[in-house]
């Protein structure tokens, strides 16, 4: 039998009052989830100083600062180091890949969740009633194959001109479609027409159509994260200005749209902040710290 003097019960006590101050520290932590183009930078790529530091100063303070943005993984790493997020999780491809950020890693992070599917049948849709659209496709591998010349920056590897063929016949974890000869209104029209069946998808600013695999969105990926992280739904905050984050607007406790966001984004937010032309994620992180 053990017998406890007086300092080991002191010892006890000061294991039990840091466990417990542990236990405190972690449930005032909050999950904010940040898009990235449009929120944390403008439509140059340019992110303010003021919107780094403020994110900046949240990271230090030991919330789960998690991007979540339609970039793929290699575009969406130099935003991550621009805002110091060494630990953590990251949410890329519109939910479709999800990173554990770690710095003991060699590269910093490991995928720990990919969602893929079969890009065949939507694309034939598509290619029937947009012909003239570009195409391009993230398979499993991270690769970007495309048709025509189409690149852009939040694909984050050159893309790979293909025959339409061998897009049929990959495995897709995120499917792009542009037509400069349509608004995002006739988009809109087309999609809908068309009836994309099997998957989930988001109209961008432009006739821009972003294509995941069924149920995959940015909210599916971040509410998978928040199980992961023990964080209570009432602790998550979210801040976006495009489609693609109206699930996720809907899905935090605190949803902010940025000013410049459409209608249907402001309409699915709590709140709307300033344009990310005057640093309107800013102003929504430097209210998590007060």
Same mark, same amino acid.
């Given at each position: 039998m053990t017998t &406890?003097? @007086?300092?080991?019960?002191? #010892?006890?006590?000061? %294991? %039990?009052?840091?466990?417990?101050?542990?236990?405190?520290?972690?449930?005032?932590?909050?999950? $904010?989830? &940040?898009? $990235?183009?449009?929120?944390?930078?403008?439509?140059?790529? *340019?992110?303010? =100083?003021?919107?780094?530091?403020?994110?900046?100063? $949240?990271?230090?303070?030991?919330? *789960? =600062?998690?991007?979540?943005?339609? %970039?793929?993984?290699?575009?969406? &790493?130099?935003?991550? @180091?621009?805002?110091?997020?060494?630990?953590?999780?990251? =949410?890329?491809?519109?939910? #479709?890949?999800? &990173?554990?950020?770690?710095?003991s890693l060699s590269d910093g992070y490991e995928i720990v969740h990919k969602a893929t599917f079969d890009p065949g049948p939507v694309l034939r849709a598509l290619r029937k009633r947009l012909p003239t659209a570009k195409y391009a496709l993230e398979d499993k591998d991270g690769n970007f194959l495309s048709t025509e010349r189409f690149q852009d920056m939040s694909f984050g590897v050159e893309a790979i001109g293909v025959d339409f063929q061998t897009m049929l016949e990959a495995t897709a974890v995120r499917v792009v479609v542009f037509s400069a000869e349509n608004t995002p209104d006739e988009f809109n029209t087309a999609i809908r027409q068309i009836g994309l069946a099997g998957v989930t998808y988001s109209v961008g600013w432009t006739a821009w159509l972003d294509i995941a695999a069924a149920g995959v969105t940015k909210a599916s990926a971040l509410e998978h994260l928040r199980g992961r992280l023990d964080v209570e739904a009432h602790r998550t905050v979210a801040v976006g200005d495009g489609r693609n984050d109206i699930e996720m607007l809907t899905w935090a406790a605190r949803g902010v749209a940025m000013g410049q966001a459409p209608e249907e984004v402001i309409a699915a937010a709590d709140e709307v902040t300033h344009s990310v032309f005057d640093d309107g994620a800013a102003h929504v992180l430097r209210s998590l710290l007060l």
């Amino acid at each position: 039998m053990t017998t &406890l003097t @007086e300092s080991s019960v002191a #010892g006890n006590d000061d %294991r %039990r009052d840091n466990n417990q101050n542990q236990k405190n520290a972690a449930a005032h932590k909050l999950m $904010v989830a &940040l898009d $990235v183009d449009g929120t944390l930078v403008d439509h140059d790529g *340019h992110m303010s =100083v003021p919107v780094r530091e403020a994110a900046r100063d $949240v990271v230090a303070a030991g919330h *789960h =600062v998690t991007i979540a943005t339609g %970039r793929s993984l290699n575009a969406a &790493l130099p935003i991550i @180091e621009h805002l110091g997020i060494d630990n953590g999780y990251a =949410v890329c491809s519109n939910g #479709g890949v999800t &990173l554990r950020l770690d710095s003991s890693l060699s590269d910093g992070y490991e995928i720990v969740h990919k969602a893929t599917f079969d890009p065949g049948p939507v694309l034939r849709a598509l290619r029937k009633r947009l012909p003239t659209a570009k195409y391009a496709l993230e398979d499993k591998d991270g690769n970007f194959l495309s048709t025509e010349r189409f690149q852009d920056m939040s694909f984050g590897v050159e893309a790979i001109g293909v025959d339409f063929q061998t897009m049929l016949e990959a495995t897709a974890v995120r499917v792009v479609v542009f037509s400069a000869e349509n608004t995002p209104d006739e988009f809109n029209t087309a999609i809908r027409q068309i009836g994309l069946a099997g998957v989930t998808y988001s109209v961008g600013w432009t006739a821009w159509l972003d294509i995941a695999a069924a149920g995959v969105t940015k909210a599916s990926a971040l509410e998978h994260l928040r199980g992961r992280l023990d964080v209570e739904a009432h602790r998550t905050v979210a801040v976006g200005d495009g489609r693609n984050d109206i699930e996720m607007l809907t899905w935090a406790a605190r949803g902010v749209a940025m000013g410049q966001a459409p209608e249907e984004v402001i309409a699915a937010a709590d709140e709307v902040t300033h344009s990310v032309f005057d640093d309107g994620a800013a102003h929504v992180l430097r209210s998590l710290l007060l």
